[in-house]
């Protein structure tokens, strides 16, 4: 049986000489992997790079849960994200925490479609995009289901908790003008990261922050 569908990259892991196992958020699968036979080429490659939106053929067998998936397209350019390095190393840092609070094999309704508008959103933005990070980390908790109250993060954001506040109370684009040192945005990402954890019952040690970290010092 083959399927067309929509894919979001949020993970590649090398499967035997020339393929890849494509990690990925969609519609119709969920959180789940596929093959990518003959991969290895830099052209091939430049497709699955974090948060890449894909269409492909995925070929379904009753022999194996890996499917394959084929014919590999881009459904967005993403020129305002893959053109800035700030953009790319949010995207690194989106995928990662998608890539690890996500179990295999789940299917979160609504996800793929709250992904794919982050992604947009993020690529359009020409300014003032450098609390996007902890504006999806918020929205992301009401996506998984947690929809936390304000006073249910205190415990976990401490002497942050007024900036918090503000960005669960604010609208997006009010939210992306709360004026934050680099220090203080990471150091946020890390408290909701312990709010996640702590309803998921598991570390994501998500290594891209420090990425964030040094680039936004």
């Known amino acids: 049986m083959v399927k067309v569908t929509e894919l979001i990259v949020l993970h590649t892991t090398k499967f035997g000489e020339n393929s890849i196992v494509v990690h990925t958020l969609s519609r119709d699968y969920g959180r789940r992997g596929f093959l990518v036979r003959s991969a290895g080429r830099k052209s091939v490659m430049t497709l699955f790079q974090p948060l890449s939106v894909l269409e492909a053929e995925i070929h379904e067998s009753s022999k194996s849960r890996l499917f394959t998936a084929t014919r590999l397209t881009s459904r967005h350019a993403l020129l305002g994200i893959r053109n800035n390095i700030f953009k790319n190393a949010m995207t690194m840092f989106m995928s990662e925490v998608l890539y690890r609070t996500v179990k295999d094999g789940a299917e979160e309704q609504g996800l793929f479609e709250w992904c794919e508008r982050n992604i947009l959103t993020l690529d359009a933005m020409e300014s003032d995009f450098s609390n996007f990070h902890i504006r999806f980390l918020l929205e ?67 290594n891209s922050l420090k990425v964030l970290r040094e680039l936004f010092a």
């Open 140 to 206: 992301f908790t009401v996506a998984l289901g947690f929809s936390p109250e304000t006073r249910d993060l205190q415990p976990f954001v401490g002497d942050h908790f007024p900036i918090v506040e503000k960005f669960m109370s604010m609208s997006f684009a009010e939210s992306m003008l709360i004026p934050l040192s680099g220090a203080m945005r990471n150091e946020i990402a890390e408290d909701i990261l312990r709010y996640i954890e702590f309803h998921t019952e598991s570390t994501l040690n998500v």
